[in-house]
T-cell receptor, first 116, second 112 residues
Framework: EAEVAQSPRYKITEKSQAVAFWCDPI?????LYWYRQILGQGPELLVQ????????DSQLPKDRFSAERLKGVDSTLKIQPAELGDSAMYLC??????????????FGAGSRLTVL | KQEVTQIPAALSVPEGENLVLNCSFT??????LQWFRQDPGKGLTSLLL?????REQTSGRLNASLDKSSGRSTLYIAASQPGDSATYLC???????????FGRGTQLTVWP
């Protein structure tokens, strides 16, 4: 069964350091999402890509977060500098996309970030 | 801003019980509503997706209903099993390309 791959699974860093997460969506999925999930809460969208273009990054803290999907396939989410409040699970998801209603999202296992 | 509320926040039941998990949303505009399962420390698994034109969807022991007029969705789990123990999240999408808004989830524990 096709999966969304994410790495690393766990990351511990000190505040002010740089952190990067990688996501490889299901082959053929045009839409890629990065979500942040704080413990005990539901995921919140950080950024959404349609192919290589950003569709929605309104909730991305652009002073410290950046995301790219250069060739419209895999994606990287970067945080620099990391702050204590960034400790969370970072989830990547992908979907076929488009207007066909095929909007079922497939999530990866997530990257758990702890900032000390 | 869209708000999605899930009740109860936690539920602990003996094996075999039929369960009802509730989800309510404030935005009357709806494209679809999805139910997900999340095991501890893991990603989300899609369970059911209900389009705005549908009233319910079924998959095995799971049945999800949608009442647009009242802004509610309900997930029914029949004959619960210990393997059903997980957090169940609902997510509302208001338009075709709109973002998903998640509730905080219902943490379910089914004991043998």
């Amino acid at each position: 069964e096709a999966e969304v791959a994410q790495s690393p699974r766990y990351k511990i860093t000190e505040k002010s350091q740089a952190v990067a997460f990688w996501c490889d969506p299901i082959s053929g999925h045009a839409t890629l999402y990065w979500y942040r999930q704080i413990l005990g809460q539901g995921p919140e969208l950080l950024v959404q890509f349609q192919d290589e273009s950003v569709v929605d990054d309104s909730q991305l803290p652009k002073d410290r977060f950046s995301a790219e999907r250069l060739k419209g396939v895999d994606s990287t989410l970067k945080i620099q500098p990391a702050e204590l409040g960034d400790s969370a699970m970072y989830l990547c998801a992908s979907s076929i996309g488009g207007v066909s209603g095929a909007n079922v999202l497939t999530f990866g296992a997530g990257s758990r970030l702890t900032v000390l | 801003k869209q708000e999605v509320t899930q009740i109860p926040a936690a539920l602990s039941v003996p094996e075999g019980e039929n369960l009802v998990l509730n989800c309510s949303f404030t935005d009357s505009a709806i494209y679809n509503l999805q139910w997900f399962r999340q095991d501890p420390g893991k990603g989300l698994t899609s369970l059911l997706l209900i389009q705005s034109s549908q009233r319910e969807q079924t998959s095995g022991r799971l049945n999800a209903s949608l009442d647009k007029s009242s802004g509610r969705s309900t997930l029914y789990i029949a004959a619960s099993q210990p393997g059903d123990s997980a957090t169940y999240l609902c997510a509302h999408r208001g338009s075709t390309l709109g973002r998903l808004y998640f509730g905080r989830g219902t943490q379910l524990t089914v004991w043998p």
